[in-house]
């Protein structure tokens, strides 16, 4: 059976998108579990009129707000199910995305070595989101082929919950944002992921959305911001993403008040010190554009 965990905040004026795309998967074999980042609207409420149906199994858990991250991190320690994907509350799963999760695992669930199978998004006008790949399936990793090959543009991953149990998000204080990344890097490290050149859902990025507010909200969480930037600098990385990342993290700590020392793993140190200069100058830049949207 196969988890569909939402995290979700403040999002009762549009959660029944997602709803309706799952009562109207062509397999059922799924549970749908939501996780309520601490919301102050009606959620609950909305979802007990789900669970009143009994069209699909709903789980529902309630939280203190900390973050989309913290969220994903109490849904996957309450599943028992061996898959899950992660729909966020704003977006649908296309109607055989279900079936395509499972026909996919069932092909390589006995593949230890892979720990996560990728599929495409597509906008509402079923434009693609990215690029499209030259084959049908490529098994590669998030580094390797996502980053070092620039095939960029949010995918729907589906994981092992056991793999996830092991990589769960960090947590800075009382730091609200983190990017996934920092995770899907660190599992990428150790195991592969099957990517399917096959569209299984459909998203859009609203105001409200984070997508849309990722600089600030990294200006918000400086140290997440921080430590993402750090994985960045693994020499698995090509020499101009770690510059780039080596400006961020240095940024990014400075905002923060760390050493530039508190986070690096196998950064240089010598290198972050060369581009401390052009950090800051590109973060004055930045904090304008922040002052501006805030």
């Not at 996957?76 to 899950?84: A, E, M």
């Not at 069932?106 to 006008?125: H, T, V």
């Not at 983190?178 to 399917?196: F, G, R």
Request: proline share 3%.
């Amino acid at each position: 059976m196969i988890t569909v965990l939402t995290p979700t905040y403040n999002r009762s004026y549009i959660l029944h998108k997602a709803y309706r795309s799952l009562i109207n998967q062509t397999n059922q074999d799924f549970e749908w579990l939501i996780v309520d980042d601490g919301s102050t609207d009606d959620t609950k409420q909305l979802i007990e009129g789900f669970i009143g149906e009994c069209k699909i199994k709903i789980r529902y858990i309630k939280k203190e707000n900390h973050g989309k991250h913290t969220a994903i991190n109490v849904g996957v320690k309450h599943i028992d199910n061996p898959y899950l994907v992660i729909l966020d509350s704003d977006d649908s799963l296309l109607p055989n995305a279900i079936e395509e999760i499972d026909k996919y695992w069932k092909k390589y669930g006995n593949n230890q070595s892979i720990a996560c199978i990728s599929f495409l998004r597509k906008y509402p006008n079923d434009e693609v989101i990215g690029k499209r790949y030259n084959e049908s399936e490529i098994i590669s990793n998030n580094i390797d082929f996502r980053y070092n090959q620039a095939l960029l543009g949010d995918m729907c991953e589906t994981f092992r919950v056991e793999v996830l149990k092991k990589y769960p998000f960090p947590v800075f204080g009382n730091e609200r944002f983190l990017s996934e990344a920092i995770v899907w890097n660190q599992i990428a490290l150790k195991y592969d992921t099957v990517y399917v050149n096959n569209a299984i859902y459909m998203g859009n990025y609203l105001e409200d959305g984070l997508s849309k507010n990722i600089l600030i909200n990294r200006f918000k969480c400086p140290k997440g911001a921080a430590a993402n930037a750090n994985i960045f600098l693994l020499k698995r990385f090509k020499l101009t993403i770690r510059l780039k990342n080596a400006i961020l993290y240095d940024g990014f700590s400075m905002i923060a008040n760390n050493k530039c020392t508190q986070y690096i793993s196998e950064a240089n140190s010598k290198t972050l010190a060369i581009l401390f200069l052009p950090a800051g100058l590109l973060f004055k830049f930045w904090l304008k554009i922040v002052a501006k949207k805030q």
